[in-house]
């Protein structure tokens, strides 16, 4: 992690992990992922704050059915403060919504960086979990953003474009980052098994194009499968979380399962 997270450290030694959450292509579903994993690793007992890092086109604020008075961008631009702008969520989680339509914040200048970082370092020692929710691609500011993070976390489906470009993601993150694990879930996955068997597709792949500049291997950590399920359109229809409103449901209980997975400090790189 960066230093400067490291000098913001208070005495009592608290460090969140942070985890981006990522894709390649939009409409996978990353902003259902990371506010509904951020419910369940709450409920598993954990301070959680998601960030949301799509600072372009931010929408997990619709997802939540938050109506911020301050956003990032006050934060940003001085009018506010961070601990203003935090916000508690559905789920027993905290939020820190960027706004959307911030063309300003949707290139990554040298103050936007700064800024960027100081509000991750400044979040860092209050929490568990700190998720950023980014933006989908491999802009700057989505890369930028991924590189605060401890880990990172690749949301995918088993539709053919997202795959390609889940794994352009992928050789980015191992070429640019030098990241040699990265973490991948499989969302909307029709079929019970079917998720393992395209992680394995892609590290396939992987293994034969993709290596960090040091010439090491780059491994794909399946952390499991979130079903294709109509409970969880119902529950993005009514703004409202999938784990509140529907905890039994087949999609729900996947989300549990990979923040189970996520939660195991042993299965860390």
């Known amino acids: 992690m960066n230093s400067s997270h490291a000098q913001s450290l208070p005495a009592e030694g608290r460090k969140a992990w942070v985890l981006a959450v990522t894709s390649g292509k939009g409409g996978v579903g990353k902003t259902f992922v990371s506010a509904n994993l951020a419910a369940a690793l709450a409920k598993r007992g954990h301070k959680v704050l998601v960030l949301d890092a799509d600072l372009g086109l931010a929408n997990l604020d619709v997802v939540l059915n938050l109506f911020p008075k301050i956003t990032l961008h006050d934060v940003f631009t001085g009018k506010a403060t961070l601990d203003e702008a935090v916000l508690a969520a559905p789920g027993g989680f905290s939020v820190l919504l960027a706004g959307s339509g911030l063309v300003e914040y949707s290139r990554l ?13 400044s979040l860092v020692p209050r929490y568990d979990y700190v998720l950023l929710d980014t933006g989908a691609g491999i802009s700057d500011v989505v890369l930028y953003a991924v590189s605060l993070a401890d880990e990172v976390l690749v949301v995918a489906t088993p539709e053919p474009t997202s795959l390609t470009d889940a794994y352009a993601t992928i050789k980015v993150l191992a070429t640019q980052q030098r990241r040699r694990t990265l973490r991948l879930v499989v969302n909307q996955v029709a079929r019970p098994g079917d998720g393992k068997s395209i992680a394995q597709q892609l590290q396939n792949v992987v293994d034969r194009f993709v290596s960090t500049p040091a010439g090491d291997a780059v491994k794909l950590s399946h952390v499991g499968d979130i079903p294709l399920d109509p409970s969880v359109r119902e529950a993005v229809q009514r703004r409202q979380l999938l784990l509140e409103v529907l905890p039994g449901s087949a999609a729900a209980q996947g989300v549990k399962s990979v923040a189970a997975k996520v939660d195991t400090p042993s299965d860390r790189p």
Request: hydrophobic share 45%.
């Open 109 to 121: 200048t040298p103050e936007v960086r700064d800024k960027f970082q100081a509000a991750v370092a």
